[in-house]
């Protein structure tokens, strides 16, 4: 059983559209995370939350907006994409703010 | 300076010699320290995790700790071709539910058949 799950695997679509990467854990973790690692494969947090409830907000454009509807689950919607957006986006669980699993990502292409 | 800094290779070893990836910290109060195995396409898997100064090991794998350098390294013994890969070293900054794990921009290991 896949412990970290990510969906769409790939993802390519144009600038200015408006897309979600959804992301869900079996592990009863209760933190859940999105990191970008861009072009350089430099992997960077972007939001954590906690039993539901947004933790960590980086410095992200307000474009990007997670949400999660229960501990399970991690969604990201992203407004207005642009070129800049391209990266593989990653899901992790944690539980007790411990180490961290990773899911598959999700390799963003905006054209 | 870089929050978390490591070389970003290629680092490259002969199959069944000691490689030693090394990783330097800035933030004194840094409590735990992670190593993730990075294969290209694939997502960081966790391989190692330190918590305490000194050495730990698990298999083939030892993580070294020095809070007072502010250092830690991952040594792994016997390597494999199937180790060939980028290894990230990551420092938990914050506590509690702040938990945020800062990453290096990983050592690219080589080791050759």
């Known amino acids: 059983d896949t412990a970290v799950s990510q969906t769409p695997k790939y993802l390519v679509t144009q600038m200015g559209n408006d897309k979600s990467i959804k992301c869900e854990q079996n592990l009863g973790h209760d933190t859940m995370y999105w990191y970008k690692q861009d072009s350089k494969k430099f992997l960077k947090i972007m939001f954590s939350?906690?039993?539901?409830?947004?933790?960590i907000n980086e410095t992200v454009p307000n474009r990007f907006s997670p949400k999660s509807p229960d501990k399970a689950h991690l969604n990201l919607h992203i407004n207005s994409l642009e070129l800049g957006d391209s990266a593989v986006y990653f899901c992790a669980s944690s539980q007790d703010q411990a180490e961290q699993y990773f899911g598959p990502g999700t390799r963003l292409t905006v054209t | 300076q870089k929050e978390v800094e490591q070389n970003s290779g290629p680092l490259s070893v002969p199959e069944g010699a000691i490689a030693s990836l090394n990783c330097t910290y800035s933030?004194?109060?840094?409590?735990?320290f992670f190593w993730y195995r990075q294969y290209s396409g694939k997502s960081p898997e966790l391989i190692m995790f330190?918590?305490?100064?000194g050495d730990k090991e698990d298999g083939r794998f030892t993580a070294q700790l020095n809070k007072a350098s502010q250092y830690v390294s991952l040594l792994i013994r016997d390597s494999q071709p199937s180790d060939s890969a980028t290894y990230l070293c990551a420092v938990n900054r914050g506590g509690g539910a702040t938990n945020k794990l800062i990453f290096g921009t990983g050592t690219l290991l080589a080791v050759q058949p």
């Open positions: 330190i918590y305490s100064n």
């Open positions: 933030d004194r109060g840094s409590q735990s």
């Open positions: 939350y906690n039993n539901k409830e947004l933790i």
